[in-house]
């Protein structure tokens, strides 16, 4: 997903999400065979992946904000600038 737009970038050029293989399969009605109880084992695992992800995030976004300190500057203060040598052009 970008996050300027927070969509796909098919669903950004087509204006339609894109149908894969699990969400097609799991759109399907009719008796649940070995392929569908696949996919629908297969979405629930990502979701559980998902939520692990979002905790994780949150607690590392946690900690950084404890250890971060505000740093506020004024015309004439000496700064470290640190430039990459992989960078080309003006900057």
Sequence with gaps: KSESS???PFKVAMEEQSLMSHTVAAQEKGRPNFAYQFV???QEQMEI???????AT???NKWADKNRRSAEFR???Q???KLYAYRSGIF
Excluded: E, Q
């Design 58 to 60: 949150k607690k590392m």
């Design 79 to 81: 700064v470290l600038v």
């Design 75 to 77: 015309v004439g203060d």
């Design 49 to 55: 992946a998902k939520t692990f992800l979002h905790k």
């Design 40 to 42: 629908r084992d297969w």
């Design 6 to 8: 927070g969509h796909n």
